[in-house]
């Protein structure tokens, strides 16, 4: 006899499971139709709806966008089908889509302008990304079906694309056993939450650091409009009648190259050097040594003696031991020129009878005396032509049109994040559009420190999209209208980050995860390096350096001091990046657990095992705030500003060769480098470009360590 009432009860039970499928598939629908980062924009080239986006989007878009992606990959990995590049490498690079917009916007805001609400769900996220990250990467069956492909079918970018998502999964442990990938899970979910924890904690740092004064006399030196911004800093803060300065990333801050009062000096060197390290909510040190520690175990774990091998594996270098030899190659000429540096600056102290040793906090406010006594050079008499819109428009610009012949126009109907962004439509040569243009000048307590280019939207012909990116940086804002006035420092900046921007303007790409600027890290930076040259090249120069008061051009004797003064304080330079360099390495060569120390005296054996260990000379990076390091993606890759200057002085050398910064030099700088991504060979396309392999003695002379 039938049991109706286990029927009837079975029958329910599916009309339930049906309706709960149906209710959850209207709710997903909704949740789409509704949340402005789970559709493509409306705007021109897709992007982002800023004046849509709020911060409770964001959660409900990443449910979606891993649920929807999980399916994608189960998808993938268990189509009964035989693997084909279709059905496999395609299938991959246009899975996530969702999921990759959200994040796209979420990652940037959170460098940019980020709140409590963010940084929580970035706390909570992170480990849930990394998680989601493994569960592909360390898919068993879709490695298979990538191993199963016939590489020697495949041509161009297809086999480029094929052989990336190949090394992708093998790099994140695809090989590994069952155990060991729970293993990798692991420790991946636990570097992205301390990775977090460490970015989060630092903008407590930051922010704590600043130093408040009491008494005006106590900033002599700085400008009327710099002291007006203190005011300002100090009020916004609750300190109404004081001036507050606010430390940028760096160990120096700008600002000690005019203050006056030493004691002023000193007291701002320290905040910053000590920043992360002083016992509070803002002390990273913990952090930094745990995240070291797993990284060492990580590396193992695949089977190398250490991080650093593991993680060059797909970088120019390859290993870590060409990367450290270039180092220790350009370290003692750089040292050395540092030290001679240094004797003029302590011979200058003892003739105005100072009376002290020089410190750290010392070098910038005299080696300005000094360039000022050698090249009769101030930078206060510079600074009124680098008014920051006139740097931009009529210097960056003005060379890209120059170069490459595209143009910009100002766009006022983009929304933006924050009212300070401003939006350029470009153009290329040709007249057609081309991309969106962010830019984001100037600094705030709730933006990560330094200067960065990245893209909301990223080119790619198969899926249709012409790149949108933003460039932001941490120009101190001025008080009350007054014109933004930058040091030349920042000027350089400038035209690197635009370096960038013109890597990811020129790609042209099939896929996005070749396109642009998605290329080993050790060359990324080359292009940008390559753009730093137009700043001061002398028909760029007085196109844009206008006295902001006057509306006269630079006067042609000071240009020419500029250009004679470009060499001056280079071992300094030099060698405060080398220092930061050799210290990502070396926390990154451990092979043993033993061999870990706390982090200062970790730092200061360190930097004197490769003689950096120079008193006068901090390394641009103490490791407690060395954020590209522990909250970014430089582990192990800080020498890629060195071993890309290497490449930059090469073409540069080259470009010098051939007659300049030219319109024929820019159209091949661009056809053999800025356009390719990295769909060929990166090592081909630098030698196609210059004739020969990476030389180290461009560097060498281009620095003036030694004469040409």
């Known amino acids: ?111 940019s302008n980020t709140n409590p609400t963010l940084q929580a769900i970035e706390a909570e996220y992170a480990p849930i990304f990394s998680a989601h990250n493994d569960k592909m990467y360390l898919n068993s069956k879709l490695y298979q079906r990538l191993k199963a492909l016939n590489l020697n079918s495949l041509k161009g970018e297809d086999r480029k694309l094929t052989e990336y998502y190949l090394q992708k999964f093998e790099l994140t442990g695809a090989n590994l056993s069952a155990s060991d990938k729970d293993k990798m899970k692991n420790i991946n979910g636990e570097l992205a939450s301390l990775s977090t924890l460490y970015s989060n904690k630092l903008l407590i740092a930051r922010k704590n650091g600043g130093v408040l004064f009491d008494d005006i006399d106590e900033l002599k030196g700085l400008s009327t409009d710099e002291i007006a911004t203190a005011k300002s800093n100090a009020t916004a803060s609750g300190h109404e009648g004081k001036y507050l300065i606010t430390l940028l990333n760096t160990t120096q801050q700008p600002l000690l190259q005019d203050l006056k009062n030493r004691t002023t000096r000193e007291k701002i060197y320290k905040a910053s050097w000590f920043r992360a390290e002083k016992g509070d909510d803002g002390d990273t040190r913990e952090i930094v040594e745990k995240i070291a520690r797993l990284r060492l175990q990580k590396g193992q774990l695949m089977g190398k003696k250490n991080f650093a091998e593991w993680k060059l594996q797909d970088q120019m270098a390859l290993t870590p031991t060409p990367a450290m030899d270039l180092l220790a190659k350009i370290a003692a000429p750089a040292v050395a020129k540092a030290k001679i540096e240094s004797k003029e600056i302590q011979d200058l102290i003892d003739t105005q009878k100072g009376g002290f040793k020089l410190e750290p906090w010392d070098w910038n406010f005299y080696s300005e005396q000094v360039r000022k006594n050698k090249y009769d050079l101030d930078q206060s008499e510079i600074k009124p032509y680098f008014e920051v819109s006139s740097v931009l428009e009529k210097g960056v610009f003005f060379a890209a049109q120059q170069m490459y012949g595209i143009t910009f126009k100002l766009r006022k109907d983009l929304p933006v994040y924050n009212p300070d962004v401003k939006v350029y439509e470009v153009f290329d ?280």
């Open 429 to 708: 040569s040709n007249g057609k559009s081309m991309a969106i243009y962010y830019l984001d000048f100037y600094t705030r307590d709730n933006k990560n420190g330094g200067a960065w280019m990245s893209n909301f939207v990223n080119q790619s012909h198969y899926l249709n999209q012409k790149p949108v990116i933003v460039n932001v940086f941490n120009f101190s804002k001025p008080a009350n209208g007054k014109p933004s006035l930058i040091s030349s420092d920042d000027v350089i900046t400038m035209f690197h980050e635009f370096g960038h921007t013109l890597h990811g303007l020129f790609a042209n790409q099939k896929y996005a995860s070749l396109s642009g600027t998605a290329v080993p890290r050790d060359y990324v930076e080359f292009p940008s390096q390559i753009n730093e040259h137009a700043a001061f090249d002398p028909s760029v120069l007085k196109n844009y350096a206008i006295h902001y008061q006057t509306k006269q051009p630079i006067p042609q004797e000071l240009v020419q001091k500029i250009l004679k003064a470009e060499k001056f304080n280079k071992g300094y330079e030099v060698t405060e990046i080398l220092a930061a360099s050799v210290l990502d390495m070396a926390w990154h060569t451990i092979e043993k657990e033993s061999d870990f120390k706390p982090t200062l005296i970790f730092e200061n054996e360190a930097l004197e095992k490769y003689g950096l260990l120079v008193s006068e000379v901090p390394t641009r990076y103490h490791t407690p705030y060395f954020a590209h390091v522990w909250g970014g993606d430089y582990s192990a890759g800080y020498y890629a500003y060195t071993w890309s200057k290497t490449l930059d002085y090469n073409v540069y050398d080259w470009i010098m060769k051939n007659g300049g910064m030219t319109r024929k030099n820019g159209d091949k700088f661009r056809k053999y480098i800025l356009s390719v991504g990295n769909s060929v060979d990166l090592n081909e396309a630098f030698e196609n470009l210059v004739g020969h392999k990476m030389k180290i003695e461009p560097y060498i002379q281009n620095a003036g360590f030694i004469e040409k």
């Open 1 to 111: 006899m039938k049991n109706f009432s286990k029927t009837i009860m079975a029958s329910s039970l599916s009309l339930f499971a049906s309706m709960q499928i149906q209710t959850l598939s209207a709710q997903n629908n909704t949740i789409k139709m509704t949340n402005p980062l789970l559709h493509k924009s409306s705007l021109q080239y897709e992007a982002p709806m800023f004046n849509l986006i709020k911060d409770e989007h964001f959660k409900p878009a990443f449910e979606y966008g891993l649920k929807v992606h999980d399916q994608e990959i189960d998808k993938i990995a268990n189509n009964p089908a035989m693997p084909t590049f279709e059905n496999t490498v395609v299938a991959l690079e246009k899975s996530g889509i969702d999921l990759g917009r959200a994040t796209g916007i979420f990652y940037n805001l959170t460098g």
